[in-house]
C-alpha cells in the first residue's frame, strides 16, 4: 500500500519543459514527512538559456546553476531518493514532462515512474476558484510561503495530500485515488506515457472541439476545455496565446460564459487567496457559486499547462 511516497517540484530556465534549473523532493513514510532532498540543475545546453519571466518567479540565474550538477546527475540523485516510491507532484503533467524533455534533450531513456498530482486530487477534495498551490495551502490550513522555490513547493504539495488524505479518510495514495476516481500516472523507459487524471463521472467530457487543432494530444492539459483570457500576459500577445490554445486542442474565448472552464487572469503573475479579483474573475467566482465547474489561472499556471 502507498502509505510512503515522494513529493517533487521542478523549476525551468524558460518555457520549454526540458530545461529544469532547480529541483525540490520531500519523501512521506508511514504518512509523515520524513525528510528532503533537492539541487540546483544545470539545464540540458541546447535549452539552458534563462528568461525574464522565468527567473523574476524562482529567482535562479545562470551562475547560480555553473557548478551545479548536469540532468543525468540529477536524474540519478531524484531516482536514489525516491528509492523506487511513487511520485507526488502539483500538476504533474508538468513536472513529468520536464522529466520526459530533459530525458529527450540528453539522449537519455525516460526512467520507470508511478506518479499521481495533489492538483487533480484537490479538485476532487474542495471547491476552489483556484487550484494553484497557495489555493491548496489556504483550503488545507497549511501555512505556506516560498511559492517557486522547489524544495518549499516539494513539501507543500506533500503536505496538500496528506490534508486529502485526512479529508477521505484514506490511509494510502491508493485508497485515495480510488475513492475520487482518479488514475495512477505512468512513465516507462520504453517511451509509455499515461497521466494522471480523474476518471470518474463527467471525465468524458474532454472532447476535440470544432476549429482547433484536432492532432492535438488529448491528454494534454488544456484539451477540450474552453479558455477566456482577461489582462494582457507578459510572455506572449493575446492573438499568440489564443493560437497556441488552439494548437493544444483548447477552445479560446473572449468572455466568461456557461461554457468556461478556465479563465486566465493575465494580470497577476501569481495568484493567492485575497487577492484583488477582476471584473472577470469575479464572475467566474459567481459562476464558481452557482455550480459551474470552472477554474482561474495566474499566467505561471497557464503556461505550465500550456507546454512550449
Known sequence: MS???????????????????????????????AKTWGTLIQ??????????????????????????????????????????LPLVAHNAGFDMSVVRAACTAENLAWPELQYTCSQVVSRRTWKLLSYSLPYCTDAAGITFTGHHDAGSDATASAEVMLAALRAAEADSLDAL??????????????????GSRYQGHGSEARKPLPGVNQDADPEGELYGATVCLTGKLTSMTRE???????????????NVTKKTDILVSASQTQLKPGDVLSGKAKKAQSLLESGQSIEVLDEDEFLRRLGS
Open 43 to 84: 539545464p540540458p545546453a541546447a535549452l539552458g538559456h534563462f528568461d525574464p519571466f522565468n527567473v523574476a518567479l524562482h529567482r535562479i540565474r545562470p551562475v547560480d546553476v555553473a557548478g551545479a550538477p548536469k540532468w543525468s546527475d540529477a536524474l540519478a540523485g531524484i531516482r536514489a531518493f525516491a528509492d523506487g
Open 3 to 33: 502509505s510512503s511516497w515522494v513529493a517533487i517540484d521542478f523549476e525551468t530556465a524558460n518555457d520549454h519543459r526540458g530545461s529544469p534549473c532547480a529541483v525540490g523532493m520531500t519523501k512521506v513514510v508511514d504518512g509523515r514527512i
Open 177 to 194: 485515488l480510488a475513492h475520487h476516481e482518479i488514475r495512477w500516472g505512468r512513465m516507462t523507459p520504453a517511451g509509455d506515457w499515461l
Open 240 to 254: 499568440e496565446a489564443f493560437q497556441k490554445l488552439a494548437d493544444v486542442g483548447a477552445q479560446p474565448a473572449e
